[in-house]
């Protein structure tokens, strides 16, 4: 048989769809966590940036542009296994010499009673060829099916990239709400000082304190004053990323940071591990290069098989214009077909072969690579909203200790019983507490957007 000239592959693959029964965290649950990102994010002004981005956003719009690409390619394959046909036609002029062999035959031939060649001879065509290999072995029919693969492969990028973009902007805009209110806050323990400041100095009147307090007060004052603008210019960054995202020039960004840290992080439905390749876009992007590579192997073997092409014409040809449509003298017509088979330049065949092969082994070690990453993101994010939760909490009875001590702390130090250092470092730790504390509630926000986009959320 002709398929023992294909060689053998000696390394073949298939991929592994073997994933764990659970995350193996208390948050586990049997319902799908696929919802649509209108409904899971609630703030209005969140969902007026997305939806801007989702329709101005440079990197989606190129990716849409990609899909068309692949979307032509499959028309392309489709057209290799239709007949090709041409119409044409044509017209020329032919003198050859009286003393040569076809001189002296056309010159002693009469075309029409009487008629000699005409000198210099005109010729003129009229027809249509049509060319068409048989697809025996289904080798075009396959690189069809592959790119019609890739296509589909395609638009899981761009739902996956949707997924991404939405994560980006959600994140971006918490950490914008973040900074505001960090802002606020060191205004407010600014005021704070500032008033310890001036109580110092008439304790430094009444001679209950050096002037070095007045100095180690007013330099804290200075320093947070100047902590201002460093956030002020993070809050500049942080919008221009959004606008950025949106397709934007830089403007403000229209936002509520009011009740921030009132934000509680919604309760998500993770399902089980094997949704996730339902769920992800990127998994079955995954997939869909998978069966295009196993197909690509198919057509790179059909190669070594013989292929039929048959070819066929029909048209008109005469001398003269008027007697060009002439029925049956002026029409002409062929027919034929061949049988191709590689039999001594087969290097070429075989590297393809071979490279096609190598192409779907790495497409199962993207796939499985793929299913890994999204178990193990699911995972780190569930303990993640979990320990967030419990440092929270913790971090918020550790403001509301300091918020006291505060008070107590300058009580003391009226009443000589604390001294200035001691009010400064409470000030201190209970201004770094409360930005903790903000710090720690973005994270969880973060964690909310993270596992929403790990269990491939925000597309659909």
């Known amino acids: ?35 649509k990102w209108k409904t899971f994010f609630k703030d209005p002004y969140l969902n007026a940036l ?19 690409i ?65 697809d025996i072995w289904r080798k075009l ?74 100095r180690r007060f007013e330099a804290e004052v200075l320093k947070n004053r100047s902590r ?7 809050i500049i960054e942080t919008e221009n990323r959004i606008n950025f995202l949106t397709g934007r020039f830089p403007q403000p960004v229209s936002r509520n940071s009011q009740g921030f840290v009132d934000l509680v992080p919604d309760t998500i439905f993770t399902g089980i591990p094997s949704q996730l390749l339902e769920n992800r876009p990127d998994m079955r992007q995954a997939e869909l290069e998978l069966l295009a590579a196993k197909l690509d192997v198919k057509t790179a073997k059909a190669n070594f098989y013989p292929s039929l092409r048959l070819t066929a014409g029909v048209g008109y040809q005469a001398f003269n214009p008027k007697f060009l449509i ?27 072969y071979y490279s096609a092969n190598s192409r779907q082994i790495k497409a199962v070690y993207n796939y499985e690579q793929a299913l890994l990453r999204a178990h193990i993101e699911v995972t780190n994010q569930l303990f993640n909203i979990s320990n967030l939760q419990k440092s929270y909490d913790l971090k918020t009875l550790q403001v509301q200790a300091l918020t006291r001590s505060i008070d107590i702390s300058t009580i003391l130090f009226n009443s000589a019983r604390a001294d200035y250092m001691e009010v400064l470092l409470t000030q201190r730790d209970a201004l770094e507490s409360k930005f903790e504390l903000i710090e ?18 925000g597309w659909n």
């Open 141 to 214: 029919r396959n690189a069809k099916k592959a790119a019609m693969y890739r296509y589909f492969a395609t638009d899981e990028g761009r739902k996956f990239m949707v997924t991404n973009l939405i994560s980006d902007i959600a994140n971006s805009y918490y950490e914008l709400l973040a900074l505001d209110n960090q802002l606020e806050i060191l205004k407010q323990n600014i005021e704070i000082q500032q008033n310890a400041l001036e109580i110092v100095k008439l304790e430094k009147e009444a001679a209950k304190v050096t002037e070095l307090a007045v």
């Open 50 to 68: 997305i939806d801007t981005a989702l329709k101005n956003n440079q990197d989606l719009n190129i990716m849409l542009q990609e899909i068309n």
């Open 326 to 352: 002439s029925t049956p003298e002026s029409m002409l017509y062929n027919l034929g077909g061949e049988l191709i088979a590689p039999v001594i330049n087969r290097n070429a065949i075989k590297a393809y």
């Open 228 to 234: 201002q603008y460093e956030i002020m210019q993070r």
């Open 70 to 134: 692949a979307r032509q390619e499959v028309r392309a394959r489709k057209g290799e296994y239709l007949p090709f046909v041409n119409v044409g036609g044509g017209a020329g002029v032919d003198k050859v010499g009286r003393y040569t062999r076809t001189g002296a035959f056309e010159n002693n031939t009469d075309i029409l009673p009487g008629k000699k060649f005409p000198e210099p001879f005109t010729d003129f065509m009229i027809g249509a060829h049509a060319s068409w290999e048989v």
């Open 1 to 35: 048989m002709y398929t023992a000239c294909v060689p053998q592959l000696t390394t073949q693959k298939t991929q592994n769809k073997t994933v764990p029964a659970s995350y193996h965290t208390s948050q586990d649950t049997a319902n799908s966590a696929k919802i």
């Open 440 to 457: 720690t509630k973005k994270q969880q926000m973060n964690a909310m957007v993270n596992i929403y986009q790990a269990l491939g959320g």
